[in-house]
């Protein structure tokens, strides 16, 4: 079992940053992606950004360019650095893991809101 546990959420003016990290309970020496998914009110949840374990990353569209993914395994640490925020970014953010050993194996954080508005 891991846990994930989110920070950095908050209230942000648009056009201003936020960075935000999930920490993991262990390190997971396996191969596995990490991610941020992100679900607004009313909004089913969808995929921000995700990066492996050998640090390959994607991104959704609509924050290319913007966000930014990355991992510190030794720190058990995932960021999303998020610039130039928008209000259609205000949404609950997921820290997301898959581990896969004997298959798939999913874990998911409690989340953390950050809302973009003046």
């Known amino acids: 079992q891991v846990q994930l546990v989110e920070s950095g959420g908050g209230l942000v003016q648009p056009g201003g940053s936020l960075r935000l990290s999930c920490a993991a309970s262990?390190?997971?020496?396996?191969?596995?992606?990490m991610g941020w998914y992100r679900q607004a009110p009313g909004k089913q949840r969808e995929l921000v950004a995700t990066?492996?374990?050998?640090?390959?990353?994607n991104y959704a569209d609509s924050v290319k360019g913007g966000f930014t993914i990355s991992r510190d395994d030794a720190k058990m640490t995932m960021y999303l650095q998020m610039n130039s925020l928008k209000p259609e970014d205000t949404a609950v953010y997921f820290c997301?893991?898959?581990?896969?050993?004997?298959?798939?194996?999913?874990?998911w954080g409690q989340g953390t809101q950050v809302t973009v508005s003046s």
């Open positions: 262990r390190r997971i020496f396996s191969i596995n992606t």
């Open positions: 990066i492996n374990s050998g640090g390959n990353t």
């Open positions: 997301n893991l898959k581990t896969y050993v004997g298959g798939m194996t999913g874990y």
